[in-house]
């Protein structure tokens, strides 16, 4: 991943939103240790501060804990909580933002959730 300094989203968001990602993937489960705020710092050329930040973050969010002295892990509720945050943040926001475009272009609702329904459908096909 490569952090956008210059964008408008602090870096420890981007850092935390990096790790939510890795254990949406499922490439940290349940109890995984996931990399210090030494390591962060390294992989993304950041103050180890900064990632600090994005590691409490997660922690005081319930997706991550601490062992002292041994870093921090993987909580077993962090993938429903990650879940959840997402539905009702960013995809919340995502649908706010097609309704709008879609008002402009006089798109009925029910025009709306037949094009969502085929998408959903084209994306099930390319799972398979």
Not at 5 to 16: D, E, F, H
Not at 60 to 67: F, M, V
Not at 89 to 100: F, I, P, R, S
């Amino acid at each position: 991943m490569i952090l956008n300094a210059n964008g408008s989203k602090p870096i420890y968001i981007q850092i935390s939103e990096w790790i939510e990602t890795e254990i949406l993937n499922g490439n940290l489960t349940k109890d995984d240790k996931v990399y210090s705020q030494y390591k962060l710092a390294e992989l993304f050329t950041i103050n180890p501060a900064t990632a600090a930040k994005g590691l409490n973050l997660l922690a005081d969010e319930g997706i991550l804990y601490t062992k002292r002295g041994l870093g921090k892990f993987v909580t077993a509720d962090a993938l429903t909580i990650i879940m959840n945050k997402r539905k009702n943040q960013t995809l919340k926001g995502l649908l706010q933002e097609v309704a709008l475009e879609a008002e402009r272009l006089y798109v009925t609702e029910n025009e709306l959730v037949e094009m969502l329904g085929q998408i959903m459908k084209e994306r099930k096909g390319d799972s398979r």
